[in-house]
Nanobody
C-alpha cells in the first residue's frame, strides 16, 4: 500500500507561482510512475504531468512551458512547480502513483493505483 499526501495549494493571483508537493509512504516509491491530475468543478479529471520510473516526463499542452514535474526519490516526494498561473488552472490537484516500473508515460486516471486526497489551487484574475 502507498499513501499519498499533497500540500502546497492555495490562492494566488494570475501570473503567480505555487509549488505542490506529494509525500508518499512505501519503500518501493522510486520504482513507481507518478502523476499530477486536476479536476475543476463540473469537469472531468484531467492529467497535468507525468514522470516515470526513469525520470522521463511529459506535461499537458495546456500547461507546457509553465508547469514542471519532478521527484526526489530520497525524500519520497513528488513536486509540481506551477508558474505563470492562469484562472483556468483553478482546480483540485491530485497526485497519483502507478505501482509498476514503466518506460511508457501513462496519462489516464484508470492507469493509476493510488491517489492522494487533493489540494485546492485557486487563481484569481
Amino acid at each position: 500500500q502507498v499513501q499519498l499526501v499533497e500540500s502546497g495549494g492555495g490562492s494566488v493571483q494570475a501570473g503567480g507561482s505555487l509549488r505542490l508537493s506529494c509525500a508518499a509512504s512505501g519503500n518501493t516509491y522510486s520504482a513507481y510512475s507518478l502523476a499530477w491530475f486536476r479536476q475543476a468543478p463540473g469537469k472531468e479529471r484531467e492529467w497535468v504531468a507525468v514522470i516515470n520510473t526513469y525520470g522521463n516526463t511529459v506535461v499537458a499542452d495546456s500547461v507546457k512551458g509553465r508547469f514542471t514535474i519532478s521527484r526526489d526519490n530520497a525524500k519520497n516526494t513528488l513536486y509540481l512547480q506551477m508558474n505563470s498561473l492562469k484562472p483556468e488552472d483553478t482546480a483540485m490537484y491530485y497526485c497519483a502513483a502507478r505501482a509498476r516500473r514503466d518506460v511508457y508515460l501513462y496519462t489516464g486516471p484508470a492507469d493509476y493505483d493510488y491517489w492522494g486526497q487533493g489540494t485546492q489551487v485557486t487563481v484569481s484574475s
